[in-house]
């Protein structure tokens, strides 16, 4: 049971950007731990993965205008 529960954690602390330097040592040590005990093929495969729903578009980078065009149309999009 605390496995399973140290490798949640650890998938909840690579889904979303690390902040605090608590949270980066915690997954440092989760993450050695995964792979000193070799359970690399478990972490992957556990159910907090599958519960996940990923959606990845493939689509072009906006474009982005440059600034003086985004200056001009930001102060004549009124008229």
Do not use: C, G
Not at 11 to 19: G, T
Not at 52 to 76: C, D, H, M, W
Request: no cysteine; proline share 6%.
């Amino acid at each position: 049971m605390v496995k399973v529960k140290k490798m949640q954690r650890l998938a909840d602390l690579e889904s979303h950007p690390i902040y605090s330097p608590k949270d980066l040592f915690e997954w440092y040590e989760l993450r050695k731990w995964i792979m000193e005990e070799n359970l690399i093929d478990e972490y992957r495969e556990q159910e907090y993965f599958k519960t996940r729903n990923e959606i990845t578009k493939v689509q072009p980078a906006p474009i982005r205008p440059s600034i003086l065009k985004r200056i001009f149309l930001r102060l004549f999009s009124k008229i």
